[in-house]
């Protein structure tokens, strides 16, 4: 079970998408997750043969167990295992359970792959025992169905919450904003995509998002995670988009690589991923590692946003409105295209100066859209 | 309970020695140096002038013969009681006390009983070496018709020969022989007599069930005290009886304790410590909290050497330290 989020504890398996035996590709997905933030897709780290399933739908595991064995290619096949275990709870693996504390738990109703191991990485009579001793007088709640999977609003507004206000608790934020003037910009996509259908069509996000992600080059102070009181660099470039959400809320998934990918692999993915988060469903990866976010407002809504960072990341970028601007050019006033971007850093890391010179270099490669 | 008084374990084997011979006239006692000498340990010093040289007979150094003596002489209606030096010198007497011993009762029908009483000395801790120094009890706990005991505690040792001496089937007495010199509790006077049945919980405990006999109980009462220490509440177990096992006391204390730590100066391969620990298996599987743990001699020749001596067979600390482990920490 990966962490699906810095805050994440557990999740709740609702399906599995491979069965015993089916192989996998790399970044395949092999079942779903539910968490606080909706149904979240976790995909495989390696290609293989999905060789046994050790967590049951329905139930809810620690984040760090096992949940299912891949096989490598170059694996020799486990001998074959009895398939069904009807009364026990499945092994976990790597936590041992004793007979005792196993059955103490079966006759409390309790879920030992909820429980934490004790010193010696077991679980005893004293875990279950301590969960029984710790569980509310309530029912426990049951899983929910499949069919009732999708996101959950109050549970994303509580992470919302949660993020946000420790957020403002920890992170003391500067802001830094430069307005730029597209008309370059637009004109490059208008005659692109001109010669496209419309299926093809590039939006102006997609540029933006790569400008950014170059720009990060020159200033990998914005782009890493907090953590345990020092900042850690990312190597990779994988920007959080904000995608506001129909009933309310938002998520900010990952776009992978976006430093290296083309601009129509970067439309590919940024539409696919606008379609999933729509439809309550999203990969774990996505969810786990973005290393800067970007908020983009979109047309006809407001100028300028002041964003605030989301802990581990130490930066995010407010993109506002593009909309026609008085400017001065060559000394005469002139109407243009032009759109607000504040960048809010996390001072424990980075000073005004960094986020400067990253607005001033993605000003700089948004007149040359060509090269991105 | 009524008044006791304090007694050496060799001075309770010479007052049930002497009440047995004191109270039935078939009883009489033989082994190696048992008159003249008073017993290798001393056992039967000044019995030999009180009881003269029918009743306690030295004889040659020849344990098969002896000990067969012995068992035809049990046939025979009398009730003997057999010393041998040490358990290692009692695998010459192996043929006669296992297949003849063990087996007539079987063989006639139940028409031959074969009353006889062995005691032997066993184990280490005196610096006497390999070949005086074994612990084999569970030799003769393997085979069915004998009865194995032994006595830890002094009133164990005065109590155990009378009741010994009342049972149709051969019974075999381990008396350890580091226990000779301790002290402990008899009843003033009365009836010495205890069972040679059931197993004895020496000390309650709600943590861990300490299951051990003989020469180690001692040390895992001591474990047991400074395991108190650390809040770790150990159940001590004495066996007493070796063959047949008292089951119902051992697995009642392993459902109550959850986990088992079995102290055994046997070698740990083929122990008794590995029967009592697959019976808790068979039968207490789902109550276990931990596996189940053995402190056993290590799988030597008991050593000469005081330091190796000690390293090779359980000590405190050693138990001390399989209890913690036991309790995950």
Redesign the interface.
Known sequence: MPALGADMEAGTLVEWLKRPGERIARGDPVAVVETQKGAIEIESFQPGVLAEIRVDVGRRVPVGEVLALIRGEDEAAAPARAAARPMAPPALPGVRISPAARRLAEAEGIDVAALHPGADGNIGLAEVEAARAARPFAPAPTARTPAERGLDLVAMRQAIAAAMARSQREIPHYFVGSTLELSTLLAWLEHVNAARPPAARLLYLVPLLKAMARALAAVPELNGHFVDGRFVRAEAVHIGVAVALRGGGLIAPAIHGVDRLDLDALMAKLDDLVLRVRGGRLRGSELADPTITVSNLGERTADALLPVIYPPQVAIVGCGQIAPRPWAVDGALAVRPAMTITVAGDHRVSDGRSAARFLARVGELLQAPEAL | MSATRRITYREAVREALREALLRDPRVFLMGEDVGRYGGAYACSSGLLAEFGEERIRDTPLSESAFVGAGIGAAIGGMRPIVEVMTINFSLLALDQIVNNAATLRHMSGGQIAVPVVIRMATGAGRQLAAQHSHSLECWYAHVPGIRAVAPATIADARGMLWTALQEPNPVVIFEHATLYSDEGEVPAGGEFAVDIDRAAIRRAGADLSLITYGGSLKKALAAAETLAGERIDCEVIDLRTLRPLDEETLLASVRRT?RALIVDEGWRSGSLAGEIAARIAEQA??????PVRRVCSAEVPIPYPRHLEEAATPQVDTIVAAARGLM?R
């Open positions: 959850h599987f789902f109550d276990l909290d931990a995950r």
